[in-house]
């Protein structure tokens, strides 16, 4: 069983910047890809960005330029810097982790980008 555990989520200006932060532990076997999505009430789960463990990147087009994902491998963890913050990104974000194909969410984090 994997545990995932987001963090970092806040209240922020338009314009400013946040960095979310998912960690992964418990009985890992292999990590392949880890990413973000995000949910906003009465819409579906949104891809934001996804990171492989050979470091391939994805990202929606309504981030890509002002959102970068990372990981450290070592530490099970994967980051999301979001810069240039629109009122629009404001959603709960949730970390996704692939571990030797099992999918794990975590419980999520809340972003408000005030305008």
């Known amino acids: 069983q994997v545990h995932v555990v987001e963090s970092g989520g806040g209240l922020v200006q338009a314009g400013g910047s946040l960095r979310l932060s998912c960690a992964a532990s418990?009985?890992?076997?292999?990590?392949?890809?880890m990413g973000w999505y995000r949910q906003v009430p009465g819409k579906q789960r949104e891809l934001v960005a996804t990171v492989t463990n050979g470091g391939s990147t994805n990202y929606a087009d309504s981030v890509n330029g002002r959102f970068t994902i990372s990981r450290d491998n070592a530490k099970n963890t994967v980051y999301l810097q979001m810069n240039s913050l629109k009122a629009e990104d404001t959603a709960v974000y949730y970390c996704n982790v692939l571990d030797w194909g099992v999918a794990y969410w975590g419980q999520g984090t809340q972003v408000t980008v005030s305008s």
């Open positions: 418990g009985v890992i076997f292999s990590i392949n890809t």
